[in-house]
Each structure stands twice: as C-alpha cells, then as structure tokens.
C-alpha cells in the first residue's frame, strides 16, 4: 500500500490507482466531468485539478495522475476553486449550451458543475459558433451545440464496445466528434447501435431521437457496471 | 438598503417576460414586498421614463437591440444595484440562438422575403448583431438564474436585497434552465 496525503487527510492506496480514486475512496469529492469509471483517464476537462504540494505545488489532473508514497495534495483551495471555474467558463462559452432547450436539462453534468462551482455568470465572451446536428442515426442524435469534447463516448465506443466509431475530427477549436472519421452516423459501417455512447455522454449532446427538452436520462454507470461483469485479463 | 421603502424596478429586453410572470408567482408573498418596496418602473405600471435614484433593477432579457442597449446603460447610471434576471440576461440563452446568423439573415428567415415594413426610420429599434448577456455590456452587481427562476428562488434574492445580504445566490439556485 501506498501512504499519500490528500486534503489534509492520510489516505492509504494501491500502486497504480490515481489521485482521483485514492480521494474518491477515501470520501473526498473532487468534481470531474470528463472521467468516467470504467473508461481510460483522459485529463480532457481539467476540471480535477489538484495541487501537489509535494511537487512544488504543481497543478495536475487527479484522473490521471498515478499516487506517490508521501505524496501531499490539495483538493481544495482559493487558486484551485478560481482555476477550476475559469475553465467552466470557457466550457460554457465554447459552444452553445442553452439549457432551457437541452434534451438534458435538469439531467446534465455540465448544468450540475453551475451549481457546484459557484459560477453565477461566463466572465469571458461567448463564441455562438455555428454549429450543427447530425439526425440521420434512426435512434440517436449528435448535437454538437451541446458537445464538451470530453471523449467519453470516444472511449467508450472503443474500449468497451470495440467499434471504435467515434472519433475526433479537425483540430482546436474546430474539433468535433465524427462517425466513421466524418460523414452522417446513418452511413456509419461499424457502429453497432448499441447506444453506449449516448449513455456515456455527460450533456445533451448526444441523445435518443425523439426526446424532448428535458426528457433525456442517462445512465453512464453502464460503462463500469459492463466492465466489472467481464473476465479480467 | 436605505431607510423607507427600496425602490425597485424590472425592465424586459430580449425574453418572453416568463421571468416577470415568475416573479408575479411570487402570490402572497408579493403583499410583503409591496409593504417594502415601490416598484418604480416596470412592464407592469405605467411609467414612461426610467425614473433616478433606483435601489435596484431586476433586467429580464438579453440585450438584443439598439433600445436595449441605450436604456441598459441609463438603467446602470440610475441604479445602485443592477441584477441580470433570468437566464436570459445571464447567458443569452434563447435569444442568442440567432447568433451564428447575420440580423438581415434573422429579420429574412422570420418575416419572409421583401422589405419588413417599420425598420425603415427608426419605428422599430435595430437588432443588434448578436443577443448578448447584461454584464457584457454593463457592469452587474448579481444574477439570478433559471428560464424562469423559481418564484422560490426569485423571493430568496428578493428577501436579500430588502435585508441589505449579500446578493450571491449558491448552491441549486445556480441552475440554469
């Protein structure tokens, strides 16, 4: 076992295991919005950063940042609290989150971190990119207006479906999620409907084709309960 | 706030006013601000002019037109406090829906081909290029969110303001939508 201080707290740990599940395991919420259970860590949102005292006060993301024996962390503070609702607002301002209208509304991450993080008002300009929807799936939809770029439906199509449909495509700021490399999700040759992708997502940004404002409910636990029931290598 | 009654006023830019229908929601509890407070200019009496020496202004809407952002920026030097109402005026939300597109392109897609009658003159205030949040155009002192806030949520902030609190709303009355 490992012995690492997290929050004040000593905190025991496996080798391997990252920042995030040590706090998580020992009780301590740090909150996290591109790290899904399950999936591959992607350090995508940055939303879990935390400071390692022990490493010069070095800011790094808890889901992917492996535990140290002595290791000393911060989960909270004033410069992680501003830090992290600086980069909430540049999430909320990327694209178009109009919660009012969003098949997720009262059932989003994103919406949840609003509230969580303190962020009363987007400091930064919005962007209002035009942006649009690909509907051609017969049973799900991709609004990319919604989307946050975290990849979990990436990662879930590859590492728990195999189908490895979804994929990023373009750079920066013009990146987008994509079927088959581009192109509609009805021509897709390799998804196989199985709709894990939807569930992963943490907006609205994908859904099941016919919800309406609000009426979508996710499952993302789907993706760990799946892989807790498969043999272990 | 000052001794007597807070003077306060509301104002409706770019929304569909289902803010000031939430605030009406308040019901009984609208006898208690009205024994505090002398509602001064709003949709809902009948004052022309945005009068001076406001304690606080509620702005329902996005600042989508010439008319807003003239009467935003007197609001701001007539009022002590102002508080983007709505998600509307926090974010832009709905209306701001229209800004990926040109205003011609908005007027044209809504109101059909050919001259729209009115725009010419003045008669009707001109669209800004995009629908945006209160505090990007002038400094906002709190927000309330919601589309609508809660009528609940709507008296948390109100029962602060009368109470000279701090005006920061946390927690579940951050949410959006």
């Known amino acids: ?233 | 706030m000052p001794e007597g009654k807070v003077r306060l006023a509301t104002v409706w830019f770019s929304g569909c006013s289902g803010c000031h229908m939430s605030l009406l929601d308040l019901d009984e509890r609208l006898l208690e601000l009205a024994a505090k407070a002398d509602l001064v200019y709003s949709p809902i009496v009948d004052i022309k002019e945005f009068p001076d020496g406001v304690d606080a202004t509620l702005v329902e809407g996005a600042v989508g037109n010439t008319e807003h952002l003239e009467l935003v920026k007197e609001i701001r030097s007539k009022s002590k406090l102002v508080v983007s109402f709505g998600d509307c005026a926090v974010t832009g939300n709905v209306p701001s829906m229209r800004n990926s597109l040109a205003p011609e392109e908005v007027l044209h897609q809504v109101y059909g081909e050919g001259d729209v009658p009115g725009l010419e003159g003045g008669a009707v205030p001109k669209l800004l290029p995009q629908a945006v949040p209160v505090h990007s155009v002038v400094p906002v002192d709190a927000y309330i969110h919601g589309c609508p806030p809660p009528a609940d949520r709507i008296w948390t902030f109100v029962r602060k303001l009368l109470a000279g609190e701090d005006l920061e709303l946390v927690g579940e009355d951050l949410r959006f939508g």
């Open chain 1, 1 to 233: 076992m490992i012995t690492l201080e997290i929050a004040g707290r000593q905190v025991q740990a496996l080798p391997g295991q990252t920042i995030l599940e040590a706090a998580e395991a020992a009780g301590i919420h740090i909150p996290t919005l591109c790290n899904l259970k399950g999936l591959t860590p992607r350090g995508a949102c940055r939303l879990c950063l935390v400071e390692v005292t022990s490493w010069r006060g070095k800011v790094v993301p808890s889901c992917a940042t492996v535990v140290e024996e002595g290791m000393t962390v911060v989960a909270h503070s004033a410069r992680l609290r501003e830090l992290r609702r600086t980069i909430l607002e540049l999430l909320f301002a990327e694209r178009n989150h109009i919660c009012s209208v969003c098949v997720s509304n009262g059932n989003c991450e994103l919406q949840d971190l609003a509230c969580e993080l303190g962020m009363d008002h987007v400091r930064v300009p919005y962007r209002f990119p035009a942006l649009g929807m690909d509907a051609s799936h017969a049973r799900y939809v991709v609004d990319h207006n919604r989307c946050v770029l975290c990849g979990r439906c990436v990662r879930a199509c590859s590492e728990i479906e195999g189908a490895m449909t979804w994929g990023f495509a373009h750079r920066g700021v013009d990146t987008v999620v994509a079927t088959d490399a581009g192109g509609p999700w009805v021509d897709s040759s390799t998804c196989t409907e199985c709709g894990k992708c939807v569930e992963a997502c943490p907006t609205g940004a994908l859904l099941d084709k016919g919800t309406s404002v609000a009426e979508q409910v996710k499952d993302p636990e789907v993706v760990s309960r799946v892989t807790e029931r498969r043999p272990r290598a």
